[in-house]
């Protein structure tokens, strides 16, 4: 029933292909720290990875760079203890921030092109904790508006631009797990290590809602999707794994629930938004599991699992700016495995058509913030700004449709072909063949043709077979008398008609001299073929000879009644046989001749045919 409708959904077949290994960057060392983030950040321009090393170090590299890093390729000093995450700014890709255990929060401006040297001095530092910096997180439509939660269970907003806290936020009981913005930045959802989740307002820092989250004692995550509804990803009592869907106005009481596994790493929701798909990745997990989150019951639509024999120590996303929308790439993923290698899994939506599909990328969020850190402080909210994923072919589809002029092929300036010979249409209009017991019946004269006519080809026409001699003959050019076509030599076909005896398949055999010229040494084959030829070129004359000589005798008194009227007919030039006798003894001698120049053909084609194979193979 509903049970077996298959989901209609353009995203139901996302499936994933990592890049080969070559092709990515390798010989990487990860921090070794046990801190619950993704330890990395990605952007279309560059790869930020919180690498081992004394102090907070993170390496910044270009995202496009393969092959094996260098152990002395710059990074960034950021810390005097371990950094614990980093996040790009989302209006330029060259601004990265940084939190540690030091204490501090740090602003960094990458140079373009990458690090050619230790970079050492943010743009600007963060000191307003009194413990170390769990997480942090950009705020989504202001500019420079950066949002710090402490290990006191404090929450500071900070205008990055001035260095100045905009708000203060006190009230977590406990340490703080996550912080995420919702879709215009108005909101905030937290987790917290008293189990329970809060939603509160970016502007004030009043707690709208909370709620009882899940029951384990391990860190559990929350993220808002695009309609204002909350996905949170945590354990049960028994350490099981599960995520949640919850609506904002109560959260104690989740939509969907699911539990996945046992497994001790956190689920990280990786959202999004233009699409609705959910990633949820963990570290130390093999595996990537994502679904479909729309408004059809159940909500929230498993699509695949995603499996390597790797695990993953750190987890970089990618911005919609940054996927391959050419190849119709819809996700990209950057996991750095316990071995040093950073896997590329780029996630595609199956398409037959390589143009470019406007259904999968709608706009996007765009580089060009909303609204300014100042707006923001006085209260202001705004929808973010958007721009199309690929520009080159937004900008072609909203063009007009200008007929533009075509260039011409040779196709165009062809003129039909006139018919040399119409085929006939149906049977009643050919003739019915010469060996054809009875006429066609009217039922059948009458019925069309059922193979089309093919104007370019000349028509078959019906031939008639002397079973006896073997030779085809065309009745429509069959001369007048039986005697005087067996008497007579091969006739050449006229050359405005096509000849009836070509055989499509028939072979042209052509001789040594015109292929090789005179000159050429002859195979022992072509030499024997060439002697029989000779022989039975000096039996014809012979054979004309004797029967000019019989023709020219007198007639004796011992000769048969039948040989005298033969030496008058020879004598009187052109003149047939004059009765059935004198015709059926001159086809009789006729058909003899016919056998044994037949017996002979055959031999020198066998001849000729291992002549040629001899030639070609070099036997």
């Known amino acids: ?146 949002l710090t939660a402490g290990g006191e269970n404090k929450i500071l907003m900070w205008n990055v631009g001035t260095g100045e806290v905009i708000l203060e936020i006190d009230g977590h009981p406990d340490m703080i797990w996550s912080v995420a913005f ?51 990803t945590g354990f049960t009592k028994r350490s099981e794994r599960l995520y949640a869907l919850r609506n904002p106005d109560d959260l104690d009481n989740p939509v969907i629930q699911e539990e996945l596994d046992t497994s001790n790493g956190v689920l990280f929701p990786l959202y999004d938004e233009d699409t609705g798909l959910l990633y949820l990745v963990g570290k130390g997990d093999c595996a990537i599991r994502y679904y479909e989150l729309n408004d059809d019951p159940p909500f929230m639509h498993y699509i695949n699992t995603y499996t390597t024999s790797e695990p993953q120590r750190a987890i970089g996303w990618m911005s919609k700016r940054g996927v391959s929308s050419n190849e119709n790439e819809i996700n990209r993923i950057y996991k750095l495995t316990t071995k040093g290698v950073v896997d590329i899994l780029q996630f595609f939506v199956p398409r037959k058509s390589d143009l470019w599909q406007a259904d999968l990328y709608p706009d996007t969020r765009s580089m060009v913030p909303a ?104 009745p429509a050019q069959r001369p007048p008398s039986a005697a005087s076509s067996t008497r007579s030599s091969v006739r050449e076909p006229s050359p405005e008609r096509p000849n009836p005896m070509l055989v499509r398949n028939q072979v042209q055999l052509r001789s040594r001299n015109d292929r090789d010229g005179a000159d050429g040494p002859m195979s022992a084959g072509q030499k024997r073929a060439a002697a029989e030829l000779e022989r039975i070129r000096r039996d014809q004359s012979r054979i004309a000879t004797d029967d000019d000589k019989d023709s020219l005798a007198p007639s004796s008194a011992g000769a048969t009644p039948a040989m005298s009227p ?54």
Request: glycine residues 6%; hydrophobic residues 35%.
């Open 371 to 474: 609204l300014t850190a100042e707006q923001f402080a006085d209260g202001a909210n705004s929808a973010p700004n958007y721009m199309p994923v690929n520009p080159e072919a937004a900008a072609a589809s909203s063009k007009p449709k200008i007929q533009a002029v075509k260039k011409a092929n040779i196709l165009s300036q062809l003129a039909p072909q006139a018919e040399s010979s119409p085929a006939p249409t149906s049977y009643k209009e050919q003739a019915p063949p010469a060996h054809s017991p009875s006429p066609r019946p009217a039922q059948q004269q009458q019925q069309p043709s059922p193979r089309p006519a093919q104007p370019q080809q000349s028509p078959r026409r019906p031939v008639a077979v002397d079973d006896d001699m073997g030779i085809v003959v065309n």
């Open 1 to 146: 029933t509903m049970a077996q409708i298959v989901r209609q959904s353009k995203f139901r077949h996302v499936f994933c292909k990592p890049v080969k290994h070559e092709n990515c960057m390798s010989d990487l060392k990860v921090t070794e720290i046990t801190w619950d983030s993704l330890f990395c950040a990605v952007n279309p321009k560059f790869i930020a990875l919180i690498n081992r090393g004394a102090g907070g170090p993170f390496m910044v590299i270009p995202v496009n760079k393969i092959g094996r890093i260098d152990k002395d390729y710059p990074f960034v000093d950021a810390h005097k203890a371990p950094c614990l995450e980093v996040v790009w700014s989302p209006f330029n890709d060259n601004v990265i921030a940084s939190c540690s255990e030091d204490t501090t929060a740090k602003v960094w401006l990458i140079p373009e092109g990458g690090l050619r040297k230790n970079l050492v001095e943010p743009v600007v530092e963060l000191t307003g904790h009194q413990k170390r910096v769990n997480t942090l997180a950009w705020h989504p439509v202001a500019s420079n508006v950066l």
């Open 566 to 619: 033969r030496m008058s007919v020879s004598s009187s030039g052109d003149a047939g046989p004059t009765n059935m006798e004198e015709l059926l003894g001159d086809l009789q001698r006729m058909k003899a001749v016919m056998r044994q120049h037949e017996r002979r053909i055959r031999m020198l084609e066998e001849a000729l045919a291992d002549a040629n194979m001899q030639n070609a193979y070099g036997f």
């Open 182 to 232: 919702n879709y215009d930045g108005s909101r905030f959802v937290t987790t917290c290590k008293d189990k329970r989740i809060r939603i509160l307002d970016s502007h004030t820092g009043e707690v709208l809602q909370q709620g009882m989250g899940h029951e384990g004692v391990k860190p559990q995550r929350a993220i808002f999707d695009r309609a204002g509804r909350v996905v949170t």
